[in-house]
């Protein structure tokens, strides 16, 4: 339809979205540069562009872009803006952004997460735990990834028999590998690095990964794909992101492209189990049992083995997006 009418907006921003579900994100730059000289406003063009604007680190341009009006949603907006003034190392304008997303109706907690991780990033541990405890703001919801920051910030505070009681609070005595991996560095005394966030291109890729998660649930479809694909497209470590976005295809049928994200998992990595649980779900559903117990190899020197159903990472509830 798109060569046929090249200029078709609705036509182009459904390539756009579509190609981003893919992963194919260097065939949307062109569709992206179409519908904006067209003059037409498109938030998955919007999405890409401050994807490769977090991915190359330039801030500048995409707090400008922002402030000219280029919106992807009003929660994406503003955590974007918040994270960019963190890379340009203006942390006090971005504690005050963050501040001001967190005004927004629905907004508060996504605000405050991200607040906290900013602080942890640049070693306010101090600062990240009074918010993921509920001294500063109020409790946070309870997600895997959230829960994992906090233990990671415990652990730098010296506070290793509170990070420990949370693992076990929060997962309890038989957690997954990567859980009961860094129970076993906390028990060793060791120091857990923080490592959920690393800098201002993870915390734009967490802004998209946080989306995803909150739109998951409810609406597994192809625009809460795009938003997991562009946090790995900012950040190709994300192991989370690339578990969510496996998961959403297995979901809508496509197996084949469900396999293959499956297969970007590194075997050394602790959620290697989990992927390779959801490969092997995802090749049953394809009706390719053959593969699987024919120990067909995955992308790599990675083999299938038969498991039970993956433990999927936990997500956040409900966002106002303003999205279409």
């Known amino acids: 339809a798109l060569i046929s009418d090249p200029r078709n907006p609705g036509f182009l921003e459904s390539a756009i979205v579509a190609n981003i579900a893919l992963g194919e994100f260097e065939r949307t730059i062109p569709m992206v540069t179409q519908i ?19 991915r190359d ?11 000219k009006g280029r919106s992807a949603g009003q929660l994406v907006d503003g955590l974007c803006r918040a994270w960019a003034l ?46 993921f405890s509920g001294e500063a703001g109020g409790p946070l919801r309870a997600t895997r990834r959230g829960i994992i920051a906090h233990v990671q910030v415990l652990s730098q505070l010296e506070r290793s028999a509170d990070a420990m009681s949370l693992v076990q609070a929060a997962f309890g005595a038989d957690p997954d590998p990567a859980l009961a991996a860094l129970r076993t560095e906390l028990a060793a005394g060791k120091a857990v690095p923080f490592d959920v966030i690393a800098d201002a291109r993870d915390g734009v890729s967490e802004v998209f990964f946080t989306v995803a998660g909150a739109l998951a649930p409810e609406n597994p479809d192809v625009y809460t794909l795009a938003y997991a694909r562009l946090a790995q497209f900012i950040r190709p470590t994300h192991v989370d992101a690339i578990l969510l976005a496996s998961s959403i295809l297995e979901t809508q049928g496509q197996y084949d492209v469900a396999t293959s994200a499956y297969d970007l998992i590194p075997r050394d990595d602790p959620a ?4 390779e649980l959801g490969r092997a779900d995802a090749l049953v559903r394809a009706d390719r049992v053959d593969a699987l117990l024919g120990g067909e190899r995955r992308v790599g ?14 997500l956040l509830a409900g966002c106002p997006l303003g999205r279409r």
């Open 272 to 275: 290697f189990h989990a992927a």
């Open 301 to 314: 020197p990675h083999v299938a083995r038969p498991h039970a159903q993956p433990r999927r990472p936990a």
């Open 57 to 67: 680190a330039n801030w500048d341009a995409l707090i400008a872009g922002i402030d």
């Open 86 to 131: 963190v890379g340009q190392g203006k942390m006090s304008d971005a504690l005050l952004a963050f501040d001001e997303v967190a005004k927004g109706e629905g907004l508060k907690a996504f605000a405050l997460y991200h607040k906290a991780l900013a602080l942890a990033s640049v070693g306010d541990f101090e600062g990240a735990d009074a918010i």
């Open 36 to 54: 904006e000289q067209l003059g037409v406003e498109s938030q998955a063009g919007n999405m890409v562009t401050f994807a490769r604007l977090a």
